[in-house]
């Protein structure tokens, strides 16, 4: 299916799918860049969502807690 819609599609459009991607792995570099495009590659977009979103709430969940203890720190309180 994504064949033929990129197929149908303009060469600046292509182009600018490309610029898009690239933007959007140049700007999160690290390993989950590389397996989050390596999974979409071999599975497919939809079928890599639930591993996208599981990196997405790791990462956050990873975020939250390193918050927490930074702020529950004694010598960060003033």
Do not use: E, K
């Not at 799918?17 to 071999?42: D, E, F, K, Q, R």
């Not at 979103?53 to 990462?59: F, H």
């Not at 939250?64 to 203890?69: E, I, M, P, Q, T």
């Amino acid at each position: 299916m994504a064949a033929d819609i990129l197929s149908q599609a303009q060469p600046w459009q292509q182009l600018l799918a490309l610029v898009l991607a690239a933007t959007v792995v140049m700007g999160s570099p690290g390993p989950a860049t590389i397996s989050v495009t390596a999974i979409g590659a071999a599975f497919g977009l939809r079928n890599s969502l639930h591993y996208t979103s599981g990196i997405i709430l790791g990462t956050v969940a990873v975020l939250l807690v390193v918050a927490a203890s930074r702020l529950s720190s004694p010598r960060c309180r003033a």
